[in-house]
């Protein structure tokens, strides 16, 4: 979007143009509602602009049934927010009547007609579409946000906030559906997105958990045992121990739970190969004569050049470039420039990049300056599609070295 030093939104793009665009409008605003009924603060000339943005994109006519599946989110966003829909919803039904009979009431798009219809009181038209959503006709999107696992966390959120005789049915199925996805590295910004609002709709339509006898025991590699206090059966966070040899859950009430374990920090070793899914991507350093180096001066800047090309596609959108500078190293930051790329974010240890790419080489130029001296690992570069796991690429790590100037 476009913003104006007063903080209104004056550019909301609309169905015709980039549907990534218009799809992340309407997810902005789904969170924007979602945290001020919350009691978080919310610019209201930002909200107030996107419900005058949300009401003209439910008043066009789809141009095809992804533009359909924005336009149904949207009205459902406008009818949360108390705001009467049912001619945008009898605009929107007729189009698909005529283009997508045969399958539109299976689809994410009906379920949230579907809620659309709860929140505005007509139950038995609410609860017969909500029936007839099925999961496994969601690989029919071509756009990266309404595909299965993505669908079956909108459709679990839905179901926890309006449909509970339904919830009952089919929660825990799904929710099982999206543990096994993240399990296996499907997950990406729009998933997890709408799997957390799935996962907190789906707890509060569980009071009972949070009555349950859960108990966790620690114990340490000299055999120790510690109790570990759980303040809310429903959710627990704990800090492990580096001499942790196991920890044991006792739950006498037979409650279904779920446990995540998350490391953080940098891979210790570099990896041997370079990785090429669907793209790859080389990164080299060079001095002023335009050579290869890998060892510099004190107070030195180098350029860094960044190649990164397609495999067998013409074409792939939303790549995010993640490289890490080597210790010892700030970046210049005059030197990052727009060209060639959609979006870049300095940071201090890392520069990030967002750009589309096809099967010609693009090339991004900047540089890093020496600020230690010794010898660094060079982590390895890094590009993913940000909506599909499986596209990315991973480049070589090597070392540099910065030695003093000879009159220092």
Do not use: C
């Not at 006498?252 to 779920?258: A, C, I, L």
Request: overall charge negative.
């Amino acid at each position: 979007q476009r913003q104006m030093s007063n903080g209104a939104f004056t550019y909301w793009p609309l169905l015709g143009e980039n549907k990534n665009n218009t799809f992340a409008s309407v997810y902005a605003m789904h969170f924007l509602t979602e945290a001020r009924k919350q009691g978080f603060n919310v610019s209201n000339d930002m909200f107030y602009n996107a419900i005058s943005y949300l009401k003209e994109l439910a008043a066009q006519t789809p141009t095809d049934l992804d533009a359909a599946r924005i336009q149904a989110y949207a009205i459902y966003i406008l009818t949360s927010n108390e705001i009467v829909t049912t001619n945008y919803l009898g605009n929107l039904q007729s189009f698909l009547q005529k283009n997508a009979a045969d399958i539109w009431e299976k689809d994410i798009l009906g379920a949230y007609i579907a809620a659309s219809y709860e929140l505005l009181k007509s139950h038995e038209e609410a609860v017969r579409l909500i029936r007839q959503y099925d999961s496994t006709k969601n690989q029919r999107p071509t756009s990266d946000f309404f595909k299965g696992p993505s669908s079956d966390a909108q459709y679990l959120y839905l179901l926890a906030n309006y449909f509970p005789d339904r919830l009952r049915q089919t929660g825990d199925k799904l929710v099982l559906g999206l543990v096994n996805t993240m399990n296996n590295e499907d997950i990406n910004t729009v998933f997890s997105g709408f799997t957390s609002l799935a996962l907190s709709a789906y707890d509060g339509a569980n009071p009972n958990n949070k009555n349950a006898n859960l108990s966790i025991t620690e114990t340490t590699l000299d055999n120790k045992t510690n109790h570990v206090a759980i303040e809310n059966a429903g959710y627990h966070k704990q800090q492990l121990n580096t001499n942790l040899q196991k920890i044991s859950f006792n739950n006498p009430d037979k409650m279904s739970y779920f446990y995540q374990l998350i490391q953080t920090g940098f891979d210790k070793k570099l990896p041997e190969k370079a990785v090429e899914q669907g793209m790859e991507i080389h990164r080299e350093f060079k001095n002023d004569q335009g050579e290869l180096i890998t060892t510099t001066e004190l107070g030195n800047e180098i350029e860094v050049v960044i190649r990164i090309r397609a495999l067998n596609s013409d074409y792939l959108s939303n790549i995010a470039i993640e490289d890490l500078l080597p210790g010892g190293f700030e970046v210049v930051r005059d030197s990052v420039k727009p060209e060639h790329v959609d979006y870049f974010d300095i940071r201090e240890d890392r520069v990030n990049f967002f750009s589309t790419i096809d099967d010609t080489v693009k090339t991004i130029h900047y540089k890093i300056k020496a600020t230690n001296v010794g010898r660094f690992k060079v982590p390895p570069i890094y590009a993913e599609s940000m909506y599909n796991p499986n596209l990315k690429a991973v480049g070589l790590g090597s070392e540099i070295t910065v030695n003093n100037r000879p009159n220092l």
